[in-house]
């Protein structure tokens, strides 16, 4: 005789679920207790949307299901940003919410899940009795699967603790098999790849994953890379690779990518932080966008001609078309454009040096963190002014070493993420680079970096301020009192909460930094408060601003 937890966990592990990030409370006590008996690991979170966002970016990085458990009502109410993050961004996630008994009609945990989940584009279901409760499950896991989406299961208290007495066993589900246009559609893509004086292939989210095929046809059709924010690390290390497409792009990407005849966008969105409000687009260029989503094509820029299909099907289809004509072309990659893309990355960017003896500029900063700390890491970052800085300059080794939670545009989950990262990789080191507003918001999981024992320095851009708005608002000479702040000691809370702290004012200051990567390996945790000039402006977001 088993419980409805009981045999929902045992399913959930039998479906290859490892890991449940989660907070516990009495609505999901039993379940995250079977979830450990059946095996998978529980990696406890200090709030909810912490514990949510974990999930996502452990799902980013290693390409499994998130899972996280909730207590009802509140519980799923605090992890509501990050589970609409992880929707936007079509994470598969499950979120195990327990629920009040559909009885309880005036339990102070009693919310609507259901319509809250579908308020945020995740899907709702609900494990209802226990004779359905495998099957409620397995449908909530393949949907997050094969839809690519969000899953909140309401998990009725009074359901869970019921008790199951025929146990079926969980339907196998076949491999789908990937959607690929047809024969005639690729030829015509092949035949507009081949005909590009100035092919550019965008790669996005649906990208990550097909480095090599991609690389075959940009070796195939001459076209140069890039990369959308959250398929950065994608190209890394290529000669013919751009970088990031959009704000990021520096100063020669951003020539290159507006020259282009031809963009084939990937699983790329085309949206206006990744063309840089179209300006990235040359007018006259044939857009082409992938995309297993047909609403997506389109949805953002002129399109020219879309296509539906899985990015790695398409793309290995086009490489096989272009291969069976034993045909290909040099078009952009020359060697003078080979050293137009070297000189020109954003590491040698030349820029005037803004800081003082007691403020660093951000720039330098990031270019010191970028050699200081170990090739092999996980970049996560929070939103805020200061982002571009860290996705510029931060090399990271491949797509799964950088995680960009972006898509609500949301300020503090960047400490999360850089968690579930941790979690998920633990042979790299963890970079989270956060705004000191985006550190504050986030606070309550720093105590989760120490308690876990991750491997990650904390990078606070201390600016004493919310500088996207201080800059937003300052040129127009609006009143920016209550965007700024006093300053906060952040190494003095990291080391309150067990972790190592420093502070950084000048360049000299990082050598504490320098001496724990060689001397300890970058072992444990460290926070890095470093005091930024607040008044270097970050090109990124004064062209952000332009383009409203
Ligand atoms: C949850 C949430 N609240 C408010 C905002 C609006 N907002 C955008 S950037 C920003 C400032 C963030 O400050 P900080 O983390 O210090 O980064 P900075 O901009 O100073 O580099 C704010 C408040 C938001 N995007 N998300
Ligand atoms: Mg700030």
């Known amino acids: 005789m ?13 479906l290859g679920v490892r890991r449940v990030f989660g907070l516990v409370g009495s609505g999901n006590f039993d379940l995250s207790n079977a979830l450990v008996a059946a095996g998978a690991s529980f990696v406890a979170a200090r709030h909810e949307t912490g514990a949510a966002t974990m999930a996502d970016a452990y799902a980013r990085v290693t390409g499994e299901v998130g899972v996280v458990t909730l207590h009802p009502g509140c519980g ?16 598969p996630l499950l979120v195990l919410a327990g629920d009040t008994a559909a009885a309880a009609v005036r339990s102070n945990f009693r919310i609507d899940q259901d319509a809250l989940a579908g308020s945020v584009g ?17 449908r909530a896991h393949r949907r997050a699967v094969a839809e690519r989406r969000t899953v909140v299961v309401s998990l009725p208290m009074d359901v869970q603790a019921a008790t199951v007495t025929e146990q ?22 092949a035949d507009l790849l081949l005909a590009a004086e100035r092919p550019v292939l965008i ?72 063309t840089r409000h179209g300006r990235l687009l040359g007018g006259t260029a044939t857009v082409v966008q992938v995309d297993l989503d047909p609403t997506a094509i389109g949805a953002h820029s002129r ?36 050293a137009q893309i070297e000189a020109g990355a954003w590491s040698r960017v030349a820029y005037g040096d803004t ?6 500029d951000p720039r330098t900063l990031t270019i010191a963190l970028d050699e200081i700390l170990p090739v092999e ?18 090399s990271v080794p491949d797509e799964a070493g950088f995680v960009f939670t972006q898509a609500f545009q949301c300020v503090g989950l960047g400490l999360a993420t850089a968690i579930g990262a941790a979690v998920a990789r633990p042979d790299r080191l963890t970079v989270a680079a956060l705004g000191d507003g985006g550190a504050l918001m986030g606070l309550a999981d720093l105590e989760t970096v120490a308690r876990l024992g991750l491997r990650m320095v904390v990078v606070v851009y201390n600016d004493r301020a919310y500088g996207a708005e201080v800059h937003h608002f300052g040129p127009s000479g609006k009143p920016l009192e209550l965007v700024r702040f006093p300053d906060t000691d952040f190494a003095a809370l990291g080391r309150a909460v067990g972790l190592d702290g420093i502070t950084v004012r000048t360049r000299g200051d990082l050598k504490q930094l320098a001496d724990w990567v060689d001397h300890h390996g970058a072992r444990g945790g460290m926070v890095v408060d470093a005091k930024i000039v607040p008044s270097t402006v970050a090109e990124w977001l004064e062209e952000a601003f332009r383009g409203h």
């Open 203 to 274: 790669a996005g989210r649906g990208a990550r994953g097909q480095r090599a095929t991609l690389e075959r046809l940009g070796e195939l059709t001459g076209a140069l890379l890039a990369t959308t924010a959250v398929a950065h690390g994608l190209f890394a290390g290529s000669p013919w690779s751009v970088g990031i497409s959009g704000g990021f792009a520096s100063p020669v990407a951003a020539e290159l990518l507006a020259e282009a005849d031809l963009v084939l966008a990937l699983g790329a969105g085309l949206n206006m932080w990744s």
């Open 303 to 338: 399109v020219d001609v879309g296509i539906v299909g899985d990015v790695g099907e398409t793309a290995a289809a086009l490489v096989a078309a272009i291969e069976r004509r034993e045909e290909s072309r040099a078009a952009r990659r020359t060697p003078a454009v080979a």
């Open 2 to 14: 088993a419980t409805v937890a009981q045999v929902v966990a045992r399913t959930l592990t039998g």
């Open 122 to 138: 995740a899907v709702a279901e609900r494990v209802h009795g226990p004779m359905s409760a495998i099957a409620d499950i397995a």
């Open 355 to 360: 800081g003082s003896a007691t403020e660093i």
């Open 377 to 394: 890491r996980t970049v996560a970052i929070d939103s805020g002014h200061f982002m571009g800085w860290p996705a510029s300059y931060l």
């Open 168 to 189: 079926g066993d969980v339907p196998a589900l076949p491999e789908l098999a990937r959607p690929r246009p047809g024969d005639p559609t690729v030829g015509q893509l």
């Open 76 to 91: 799923l109410t605090n992890a509501v940003t990050g589970i609409t993050e992880a929707a936007k961004s079509r994470t």
